[in-house]
């Protein structure tokens, strides 16, 4: 069998398992969402408040962490180099650290994801966000790329949540499908849509595809231009269990969050 007939088997048989109407099924309904329902406090705990632009200085994450334990936010989510100081800042909050691996391009090499992972989780991380090999995927390689999601499940042990960052923007509706179906056979704990970093954000559409796809098997985040407190309860509404945002204060609060969903 050839990588394009194994994709087509993959594909149609993730799309036997969603059921009658195939990956489209419900997308003209998501359109408009229902009005917001969901309490501010309830949304906080859902919500991974991220930091991950290169040149966010100490006092950028002191106040991450601050206004985690404020708002009782589920975690923060920063890159490697800063998980041990924000895993000392938050000892004994109840705030967890989640840490990004192989981040933004997934390019790098197996081991070397793998080796991020174990140095984050020592450093304090209790969850890990990779992005998977996109270029590998996107060239019918599906064997490496579950391989690669392999190797950063090796490193956690499987004590330590595991997220995999599809970055759904660059992707087909076929290779959404076939991204989930080899996270969730890699061990991984979650699919997540975007790092924010190559265009596009995270849609009510791709999350009701991503949570159709995984079932209840697996938690699905959304992440990318998610800034408003309506936006987000589209995204939760569509069946997302974990947000990541860097507006989160504006969305538990009512502020402006700034341009996005």
Not at 51 to 56: F, G, I, K
Not at 123 to 145: R, T, W, Y
């Amino acid at each position: 069998m050839d990588e394009k007939q194994l994709i087509e088997r993959i594909v149609a048989e993730v799309v036997r398992r969603m059921g009658p109407g195939g990956p489209g099924a419900g997308s003209s309904a998501l359109a408009a969402p229902a009005a917001p329902s969901i309490p501010a406090a309830e949304l906080a705990g859902m919500i991974d408040h991220t930091l991950l632009r290169p040149e966010a200085s100490t006092a950028a994450f002191d106040k991450l962490c601050q206004e985690a334990v404020q708002h009782k936010f589920y975690s923060v989510c920063v890159n490697s180099c800063r998980v041990a100081y924000v895993a000392r800042k938050l000892q004994g909050t109840g705030v967890k650290v989640c840490a990004v691996v192989g981040f933004p391009l997934g390019a790098m090499t197996s081991r070397a994801k793998g080796f991020e992972a174990r140095e984050a989780i020592a450093d304090g991380a209790a969850e890990i966000d990779m992005v998977i090999n996109v270029g590998l995927l996107k060239s019918g390689d599906l064997a490496a790329v579950e391989e690669d999601i392999r190797a950063v499940r090796r490193s956690t042990r499987g004590t330590t949540v595991l997220k995999v960052i599809l970055e759904t923007a660059l992707l087909t509706q076929d290779e959404k499908l076939i991204g989930c179906e080899l996270a969730k056979k890699a061990g991984a704990d979650f699919v997540k849509t975007c790092t924010g970093f190559s265009g596009g954000a995270a849609s009510p559409e791709d999350i009701a595809l991503m949570r159709r796809a995984v079932g209840s098997a697996l938690g699905v985040k959304a992440s990318g231009g998610v800034r408003t407190y309506k936006g987000a309860v589209a995204l939760v509404q569509a069946g997302a269990n974990r947000l990541g945002c860097s507006a989160s204060v504006a969305i538990v609060t009512g502020g402006d969050g700034g341009a996005g969903y």
